[in-house]
């Protein structure tokens, strides 16, 4: 039996996708032997085309049609880009990371409105978003206090402008319904609140809280591979 491909879909306003899920790739590779891409999202600057949500949900699409099967692995505003992507055949399993589960009709805008301290974000000169008011400390203090002070750095290395249409574009479809999935739940989270998480995470097959910051793929890759490992049993 040919094991699964695990694609990993990011979050928002990041860059580079290998290096953020790095370590957890690579332990699972050690571990599994399974391999792993992330997925290129345009609306981040990370393919010749441009494009918002329904650009990212089809460059998802088309990854996953190169795949007989896949473990989709989806980190905050990923989540919202497995939605948009709709069923597809070749997916087996999902995990939310810190993410989310929208109903259609939902924009990536709408999620985090309801929000008690939004990640502070504007327009820049192109017209699309950024993050402000941020550098590499506090940036670092916010997504990835329990990372290493190399690692936050490397990080804020990575963090770029996004389309604005990834956080205004109402949902069409919800892609993570009739499939087997695990909400993980990031209880040291200072991104999401994990209020947030939790009425998202109520709408997987299962949930499970782990105690990292936002991106427990980076500070905790173990956690994260035992969560994939699960689904291989």
């Keep these: ?41 345009p609306s981040c600057g990370e393919t010749e085309a441009a494009g918002g949500l329904t ?34 055949p070749a997916v087996s399993h999902l995990l939310l990371v810190s993410s ?15 929000e008690p301290d939004p990640v502070a974000v504007r327009q820049d000169d192109d017209g699309r978003i950024v993050v402000d008011g941020y550098d590499a400390d506090s940036f670092g203090a916010r997504f990835l206090q329990d990372a290493d002070e190399a690692t ?8 770029t402008s996004q389309d604005v249409r990834a956080f205004g574009t109402p949902t069409t479809a919800a892609g993570w319904t009739d499939v087997d ?5 990031c209880g040291d989270d200072r991104s999401t609140t994990v209020a947030l998480q939790r009425q998202h995470a109520g709408r997987a097959t299962r949930a499970v809280e782990l105690p990292t910051g936002h991106h427990p793929f980076i500070s905790r890759p173990d956690l994260v591979v035992e969560q994939l490992e699960a689904f291989l049993v």
């Design 1 to 41: 039996m040919t094991n699964p491909t695990v694609l990993f879909v990011h979050g928002a306003l990041v860059r580079d996708g290998a290096w953020w899920w790095g370590p957890t790739a690579d332990l699972l590779r050690e571990r599994t032997g399974i391999e792993s891409r992330a997925v290129a999202l």
């Design 55 to 88: 650009e990212d949900a089809a460059a998802l699409r088309r990854a996953l049609d190169e795949v007989p099967e896949a473990l989709l692995v989806g980190h905050s505003y990923g989540g919202t880009v497995i939605a948009e992507a709709g069923p597809h």
């Design 100 to 114: 989310y589960l929208p109903p259609v009709g939902s924009s990536q805008g709408s999620i985090m409105s309801g």
């Design 152 to 159: 936050r750095r490397e990080a804020w290395s990575r963090v």
């Design 181 to 185: 999935s695990t909400a993980i739940v």
